[in-house]
């Protein structure tokens, strides 16, 4: 399992967390990276390439235009901008000195949706020169929530589907998108790790904003699915704005437009698969002090994870106290650490490089537990 990281002398990393960003998100598949190479290999004039894949994205996955992004983040920034500029070239260049003259920049986020994933998505809105108005509670909230939140310097009502997110109470994603077509309001949809990549377009969303490198296992990039050719014209328009800092080069784009045919022909397959983990778990349920189940992902996605609870009186060790513990020896062994204030972590297999990745797993969390024999 050697490779150019540990080569370089730095520490070689196991990644069981999921498709994170701190962890570098995905592994690519060899024809996407020889489309990179390919494409980076050869010149193209940008604009028009922004164009090209934005029409072929959006016959890809079944709406009328996209926008290349170099992340979800970066799409969900632009497209707040791109509501607020329209095709105005002006503006483009001078957002931020024109922001304090425009009232209609309000959008409307769900208290429970307004998280941090690694940075603060309200940072995104921010960046998009957007300004935030949270609707109901962290514990809940209603359709009633939105619509009273609504006025006229409302640009658009965003929506984050996410495990990050409260799940608990919280109004459903189809009912918001109806609700935002019904008011005329604009509605975005944070869809960064999603799998499906035409039901939200399919709901009436505006402007859905996937990342390329999660579910579909492209380089780092994203895109945002657009309703009209307009809002994605307008979006690549920010590119001579503030979508200059956030730019997605050539390789990155033939990248992504790769890694999504290869994605949606169901070329991606997991190496570990349900049944390879849940023969994981009955081993792990044989250590004294640790008890394994499987449980399927918070957010309600078909992804289905190895949580493990450890007894600290029997195991030697807390759930907290693993998370370091795994971390120490050849390889880093990251795992899901959201629950482990509550005593658990989880083991999530779709990253999982090889099979013997999940042995060695089971190898350290034996060898740890030995060590309070």
Excluded: W
């Excluded at 023969?279 to 992804?303: H, S, T, Y």
């Excluded at 650490?337 to 999982?352: F, T």
């Amino acid at each position: 399992m050697e490779n150019i990281y540990g080569k370089n002398g730095l520490q070689k990393v196991i990644n069981a967390s999921g498709r994170m960003t701190k962890l570098g998100v995905s592994t690519i598949s060899k024809g996407v990276g020889e489309t990179l190479v390919d494409a980076a290999s050869n010149y193209i004039l940008i604009d028009s390439l922004y164009e090209f894949a934005g029409k072929k994205i959006g016959e890809m996955i079944g709406c009328e235009d996209a926008c290349v992004t170099s992340s979800a983040s970066a799409g969900i920034a632009l497209s707040v901008a791109s509501l607020i500029c329209r095709d105005n070239l002006t503006m483009v260049h001078h957002l931020f000195d024109e922001l304090p003259r425009i009232s209609k920049r309000e959008v409307i986020l769900l208290k429970g949706h307004n998280v941090d994933f690694g940075a603060p998505i309200g940072e995104m809105i921010q960046l998009g020169g957007g300004r935030i108005v949270e609707a109901g509670y962290a514990n809940g909230s209603k359709l009633e929530d939105i619509e009273h939140a609504v006025n006229p310097d409302t640009l658009a009502i965003l929506f984050v589907k996410s495990h990050h997110c409260v799940q608990k109470d919280m109004v459903d994603v189809q009912d918001v998108t109806a609700l935002a077509n019904r008011l005329k309001v604009p509605c975005i949809i944070d869809a960064a790790a999603e799998e499906d990549l035409s039901r939200y377009m399919a709901m009436g969303a505006d402007m859905v904003c996937y990342s390329g490198a999660k579910a579909i296992e492209g380089p780092t990039s994203g895109f945002v699915a657009c309703r009209t050719r307009e809002l994605a014209s307008n979006m690549r328009l920010q590119y001579k704005g503030i979508g200059r800092a956030m730019k997605i080069g050539k390789e990155g784009t033939m990248g992504l437009l790769k890694a999504i045919r290869e994605y949606l022909d169901g070329e991606h397959k997991p190496v570990v698969t349900k049944t390879h983990l849940e023969a994981f778990i009955e081993k792990i349920n044989e250590i004294p002090g640790c008890n394994a189940v499987l449980v399927q992902d918070e957010a309600g996605r078909e992804i289905y994870r190895a949580k493990i609870t450890f007894y600290k009186e029997r195991y030697g060790y807390s759930a907290k106290e693993m998370i370091g513990k795994l971390q120490e020896g050849e390889f880093a062994v990251y795992t899901r650490d959201y629950q482990a204030n509550i005593g658990s972590l989880a083991i999530d297999p779709r990253p999982l490089n090889s099979l013997e990745e999940l042995e060695y797993i089971y190898r350290r969390i034996c060898e740890i537990g030995k060590e309070h024999i």
